[in-house]
């Protein structure tokens, strides 16, 4: 079987008593941490695709630490435009220092995870690899011939919401075309937007999923990237396979409907 990775990304953890749009960004990443852990508990990893929290502060990230000490799965937790870099090596200083990118190898895949933070972006939130991260991957890319899925914050390709394609990986184009001039890379999955899109580069999709908060509504062109929507919460569920991958999504707190076979249609077999 397929080994199983898990996918959270724009988690945005407020301190108590603090909302985003009416709802509580730890209750409802605490819902699909146990969502996660009845549904798919074997699951091999969970990467936390950065936004860990909404203003990169101390206590945030302690509440963070607090609702992944009893969840089962191990955990790489990624930077994105909502994080800060000093706050988040404080709490989690078990992580090593410096830029928060890597491999996983988990059968015969690597899983390459990218740190996008930018906190010197003019715009504060739009993200950037610079040279150093920049040569990592082409290294990493460049270091071995097996299949590779690609995880990144920010969104390399055109998202069609005006707003957040105004704070995209600003060297997307650059980076995508790297990674897709490698011909080893599978996937390139990303969150940054709240929604599901899929595109694709030159051969090598591109896809992006939801958040367990808030989501971004479905109004496509002019709009400012701050704009949410309480739909319900999510996360991706990631097969693995050397040939061909899958990305599940899984929304949470869906209202509860039996699971039925329909016999007629049987019939008609």
Excluded at 129 to 155: G, M
Excluded at 158 to 175: C, H, K, Q, W, Y
Excluded at 221 to 249: N, Q, R, W
Aim: hydrophobic content about 40%; proline content about 6%; overall charge negative.
């Amino acid at each position: 079987m397929a080994e199983k990775i898990l996918l959270m990304s724009d988690i945005h953890i407020t301190e108590p008593g603090t909302q985003i749009i009416g709802l509580d960004p730890a209750a409802r990443f605490w819902r699909c941490l146990t969502h996660a852990a009845e549904h798919h508990a074997d699951a091999a990893h969970l990467f936390l695709m950065g936004d860990l929290t909404h203003h990169g502060q101390v206590a945030q990230y302690k509440i963070l630490k607090q609702c992944l000490a009893d969840q089962p799965f191990p955990a790489t937790l990624m930077l994105g435009n909502h994080d800060r870099r000093r706050a988040f090596a404080e709490v989690f200083p078990e992580c090593e220092p410096g830029f928060r990118q890597g491999r996983h190898s988990f059968g015969d895949t690597d899983v390459l995870y990218l740190d996008t933070l930018d906190e010197q972006a003019e715009d504060r939130h739009s993200g950037r690899l610079c040279p150093d991260r920049l040569n990592w991957l082409k290294s990493e890319l460049e270091a071995r011939q097996r299949p590779v899925i690609i995880l990144s914050h920010h969104h390399m390709l055109r998202s069609g919401f005006d707003g957040m394609d105004a704070i995209p990986l600003r060297n997307g184009t650059e980076v995508a075309e790297m990674i897709a001039g490698s011909g080893r890379c599978q996937m390139v999955i990303n969150g940054h937007i709240h929604r599901i899109i899929v595109s694709s580069y030159r051969g090598v999709t591109h896809a992006m999923i939801k958040s367990p908060c808030h989501q971004m509504p479905m109004v496509l062109g002019a709009g400012a990237s701050s704009l949410s929507v309480a739909e319900p919460g999510g996360y991706g569920v990631l097969l693995l396979d050397p040939v061909a991958p899958l990305l599940h999504h899984v929304d949470v707190d869906l209202p509860e409907c039996p699971v039925a076979c329909d016999t007629e249609s049987e019939s008609r077999i």
